[in-house]
């Protein structure tokens, strides 16, 4: 399996709901990113998972809260967005050497994301 | 401040007509450099990943190439089939505080026209 699974693929929600975006990986890979995509523009990072743990959180809202339950999952949840949330949510994952260091042979594996639009 | 550069912004082409795609990076101490494709709606198809100066990987009419300042994606041939949107990105290095950093570029959106 060489993929990252996202779901769902769309997600229409008010400013009130609470939602969880999803993210699966069955390649063994030990690092795991949230990336938001506005239009036109490129990926931004959001979070970044190391075995696990919580590596990088780059000044996101608390609206945005990550999970890593174990090593194949990654999660996002969602609450009390805003309009301007909305966007493409990427995941993607990586191998990572020992200390830490992401593997730079093939780069990131990205899922095909979720479209998120907020109303 | 680290940056990444690709122009042009839109390029379209005939079918069959070569072209190149330009990155241009500021990051210090490269890690390396990546090339992916993307489709409209859809997540980001990793392509090549490029290390040092004078490496070039081809893959079917692809060709990425790697200078001290900047990368070429050389298409050649082109079909309507390739047309997406090409992103780079460089990997900075790792320290404390910037663990597995990406740089991406805002890509070049090439339209192959039959």
């Known amino acids: 399996d060489t993929e990252v699974t996202q779901t769902p693929k769309h997600l229409v929600m008010g400013m009130t709901n609470k939602k969880s975006l999803k993210c699966e990986q069955h390649?063994?890979?030990?690092?795991m990113y949230w990336y938001k995509q506005k239009a036109k523009k490129p990926p931004e990072l959001m979070f970044v998972?190391?075995?696990?743990?919580?590596?990088i959180n780059e000044s996101v809202p608390s609206r945005f809260s990550p999970e890593c339950p174990n090593s194949s999952l990654l999660n996002l949840h969602l609450h009390a967005l805003q309009p301007e949330d909305s966007a493409l949510y990427l995941c993607?994952?990586?191998?990572?050497?020992?200390?830490?260091?992401?593997?730079?042979?093939?780069?990131?594996?990205f899922g095909s994301g979720t479209r998120l639009t907020v109303v | 401040e680290d940056q990444v550069t690709q122009s042009p912004e839109a390029l379209r082409l005939q079918e069959g007509e070569s072209s190149s795609l330009n990155c241009s990076y500021t990051?210090?101490?490269?890690?390396?450099l990546f090339w992916y494709r993307q489709d409209p709606g859809k997540g980001p198809e990793f392509l090549f990943t490029?290390?040092?100066a004078g490496e070039e990987k081809e893959k079917e009419r692809l060709k990425a190439t790697l200078t001290k300042k900047e990368s070429f994606l050389h298409i050649t041939a082109p079909k309507p089939e390739d047309s997406a949107t090409y992103l780079c990105?460089?990997?900075?290095?790792?320290?404390?505080?910037?663990?597995?950093?990406?740089?991406f570029g805002s890509g070049t959106k090439l339209n192959v026209k039959p």
């Open positions: 993607a994952s990586s191998q990572v050497k020992s200390g830490g260091q992401a593997s730079l042979n093939y780069g990131y594996t």
């Open positions: 390649m063994g890979h030990r690092a």
């Open positions: 998972y190391s075995y696990e743990k919580l590596s």
């Open positions: 990051v210090s101490g490269l890690r390396g």
């Open positions: 490029l290390y040092s």
């Open positions: 990105a460089v990997q900075a290095p790792i320290y404390e505080g910037n663990f597995n950093k990406f740089y």
